[in-house]
């Protein structure tokens, strides 16, 4: 009974997973909130690696929907004739930029870690960046803008990198991965849809690494999984998965025809609803907000 518990739990974590990491809204600060209601019943090591390894099924939603974008090798045509014959290069030059963004938060990621576990994951922090970004969305949405870019082959080394450096923000918990990126799109000339669809491919190694450093760190402290955790953890991914596939059309629908400001508003009142959380149970009940880890 107890086992059918945690995987209850474990669903509604995939499904806040699934929509929350692609919607520009911050999985971090709804991730704050469910654990005021849900609490697993497994060690502090397993939260912390569960809560970024669950992001595997989301990558693996996007794997699915863009293979055909995303695969850099032609079909065999039988012939023999070399590597470069074989290789899609308008899909080998995406990877690379694809690269050249992910260096800037891959090198701070592995040396800022432990110390942003240690003092950054926490509601205050978390409510603060929702609402600072919030207001960005806002902003920027309501200026006049033309989008000099608006297919991904056109996107250039520069930009890529730009896009990068604003990916290294959202190692701050609260400002969400898809909000700093996809601000930076459209703050170095990305169309909406450019911007969002080159921030979905951006989480492919960014997630994946982040996933392999938690789970090496899980078992460099002498950690194993139990039957339970192993049924939990992939119920999590799965519901991930699935909740992704619709949370990632629904989003490329929506740009196309409309603006982030809905996403600004929002992020707003939930870092307001974040911050009262934290205020209730510090002021009020006595007991503080553990911090997210």
């Known amino acids: 009974m107890s086992l059918f518990v945690e995987i209850l739990k474990s669903i509604v974590y995939g499904v806040i997973e699934g929509i929350t990491e692609w919607l520009p809204i911050s999985s971090t600060g709804h991730m704050i909130l469910a654990e005021q209601l849900l609490h697993f019943n497994f060690s502090a090591d397993f939260m912390e690696m569960f809560r970024v390894v669950i992001q595997l099924g989301a990558i693996l939603a996007v794997v699915v929907l863009y293979f055909r974008k995303l695969w850099p090798f032609c079909r065999d045509n039988g012939r023999d004739t070399g590597l470069a014959s074989h290789l899609r290069w308008p899909v080998v030059r995406l990877w690379f930029k694809i690269i050249v963004a992910c260096i800037p938060a891959a090198v701070l990621g592995l ?65 969400s991965r898809s909000g700093a990126t996809i601000l930076g799109g459209m ?12 921030t979905f491919f951006l989480a492919i190694p960014v997630m994946a690494g982040a996933s392999l450093l938690k789970l090496v760190k899980f078992f460099a402290k002498g950690n194993s999984f139990t039957g339970a955790e192993i049924a939990v953890l992939l119920v999590g991914c799965l519901v991930a998965f699935l909740i992704s596939i619709f949370a990632i059309r629904f989003l490329m629908d929506y740009v196309k025809r409309h603006t982030f400001t809905v996403f600004g508003v929002y992020r707003i009142v939930l870092g307001v609803i974040v911050l009262a959380v934290w205020a209730v149970q510090t002021f009020v009940l006595g007991t503080p907000a553990a911090a997210v880890t």
């Open 111 to 175: 040396l800022l870690d432990d110390w942003m576990d240690a003092h950054l994951y926490n509601s205050i922090v978390v409510a603060a960046m929702l609402i600072l970004y919030g207001i960005a969305f806002i902003l920027i949405e309501r200026r006049p803008r033309v989008a000099a870019t608006t297919k991904l082959s056109h996107i250039s080394y520069s930009q890529a990198f730009k896009v990068g450096l604003w990916q290294v923000l959202s190692l701050v918990p609260g400002t």
């Open 187 to 198: 703050m170095c000339g990305l169309s909406r849809p450019v911007a969002s669809q080159f």
